[in-house]
């Protein structure tokens, strides 16, 4: 059974392999660079497992700088933004049509745009946001917001991966962060692996690495 017609997907971060559908994960970056790193490979594993992805951007990465990043790492961008198999928006356009919604009707847009995926023929939506457009007096709801699509998502074929950027957060917002999402993944030396706690942040731990996952 391949990846793609089980309950798995290939990650595209060096170092984990597959990652189960319904997962919920986020991961910390301290510049630029290290934002495009994550989410350029992650997208084209998703895009070449015939995934449907959305792609929310943000400050430091908006879109047009997005699609320039990925063109960079895969010949295909251009044709899968064609296809709509990519999409790639800015964060005020995205959330401008649910400003108005409250949390769990915007993880209703999420489980929505899955079934619309599925319909086309997709195996499966993948996505992901950068949150450095949050306020702090925002801070509270956006984290029951994320626990709320980590509920949701559970059985779904959807994979998500969160980015913050890690000079915004502090130790107790590391924790909040951690605990609302299924898992951290991080970038210690070469390889990606998971961190299990705020306190792992950073620091190796081979013995959580998806690396090698298969059913």
Same mark, same amino acid.
């Given at each position: $059974?391949? @990846? @793609?017609?089980?309950?798995?997907?290939?990650? *595209?971060?060096?170092?984990?392999?597959?990652?189960?559908?319904? $997962?919920?994960?986020?991961?910390? %970056?301290?510049?630029?660079?290290?934002?495009?790193? @994550?989410?350029?490979? #992650?997208?084209?594993?998703?895009?070449?497992?015939?995934?449907?992805?959305?792609?929310?951007?943000?400050?430091?990465?908006?879109?047009?700088?997005?699609?320039?990043?990925?063109?960079?790492?895969?010949?295909?961008?251009?044709?899968?933004?064609?296809?709509?198999?990519?999409?790639?928006?800015?964060?005020?356009?995205? #959330?401008?049509?649910?400003?108005?919604?409250?949390?769990?009707?915007?993880?209703?847009?999420?489980?929505?745009?899955?079934?619309?995926?599925?319909?086309? *023929? #997709? &195996?499966?939506?993948?996505?992901?946001? &950068?949150?450095?457009?949050?306020?702090?007096?925002?801070?509270?709801?956006?984290?029951? %917001?994320?626990?709320?699509?980590?509920?949701?998502?559970? *059985?779904?074929?959807?994979? @998500?991966?969160?980015? #913050?950027?890690?000079?915004?957060?502090?130790?107790?917002?590391?924790?909040?962060? $951690?605990?609302?999402?299924?898992?951290?993944?991080?970038?210690?030396?070469?390889?990606?692996?998971?961190?299990?706690?705020?306190?792992?942040?950073?620091?190796?731990?081979?013995?959580?690495?998806?690396? *090698?996952?298969?059913?």
């Amino acid at each position: $059974m391949t @990846a @793609a017609s089980s309950h798995f997907t290939h990650c *595209g971060l060096p170092g984990i392999d597959l990652i189960p559908f319904g $997962m919920h994960a986020c991961h910390f %970056y301290k510049d630029r660079g290290q934002l495009v790193a @994550a989410l350029a490979p #992650y997208f084209v594993a998703g895009l070449n497992a015939n995934e449907r992805c959305l792609w929310i951007t943000a400050p430091p990465l908006p879109a047009d700088e997005a699609v320039e990043a990925l063109r960079a790492a895969w010949d295909g961008a251009d044709e899968a933004i064609r296809t709509g198999a990519l999409r790639v928006t800015d964060y005020d356009a995205w #959330y401008a049509n649910a400003q108005e919604l409250k949390g769990l009707d915007v993880v209703r847009l999420w489980l929505d745009e899955e079934e619309q995926a599925l319909a086309d *023929g #997709y &195996n499966g939506l993948r996505i992901t946001g &950068n949150v450095t457009f949050l306020k702090p007096d925002e801070w509270a709801t956006f984290v029951e %917001y994320e626990q709320a699509v980590t509920d949701a998502f559970h *059985g779904r074929r959807i994979v @998500a991966l969160c980015s #913050y950027l890690l000079p915004q957060c502090d130790e107790a917002q590391i924790g909040e962060i $951690m605990r609302a999402h299924h898992c951290v993944l991080e970038q210690p030396g070469a390889e990606w692996q998971v961190a299990a706690s705020p306190e792992d942040v950073g620091r190796p731990r081979p013995d959580l690495a998806l690396k *090698g996952t298969s059913r």
